[in-house]
């Protein structure tokens, strides 16, 4: 089993930065691919960003050159830099990690972007 915990989000006016951190623990040695989904309200749930085992990243076209993501091997740790953010950020943003055969999710933290 994969525990994940999220910490980092709150409000920001547009054009602001937040990091957001994730820390996984348990059977980490089995995970292959962790990254960040979004929710805003009324909307499905999106893949945000990605990084895998070996280091290979994936964002969404809608946050490309504003978000980073990354990670630290130990402790195991994903982060997602969000800049210049825009209110159409607004949402829970859910970390998530992969094996071979589950999936698993944070709790969510509320990254709020407005004036």
């Known amino acids: 089993q994969v525990q994940l915990v999220e910490s980092g989000g709150g409000l920001v006016q547009p054009g602001g930065s937040l990091r957001l951190s994730c820390a996984a623990s348990?059977?980490?040695?089995?995970?292959?691919?962790m990254g960040w989904y979004r929710q805003a309200p009324g909307s499905q749930r999106e893949l945000v960003a990605a990084?895998?085992?070996?280091?290979?990243?994936n964002v969404a076209d809608s946050v490309k050159g504003r978000f980073t993501i990354s990670r630290d091997n130990a402790p195991n740790t994903v982060y997602l830099q969000m800049n210049s953010l825009k209110p159409e950020d607004t949402a829970v943003y859910y970390c998530?990690?992969?094996?071979?055969?589950?999936?698993?999710w944070g709790q969510g933290t509320q990254v709020t972007v407005s004036s």
């Open positions: 348990g059977t980490i040695f089995s995970i292959h691919r």
């Open positions: 998530h990690a992969a094996t071979y055969s589950h999936n698993y």
């Open positions: 990084i895998t085992s070996g280091s290979s990243t």
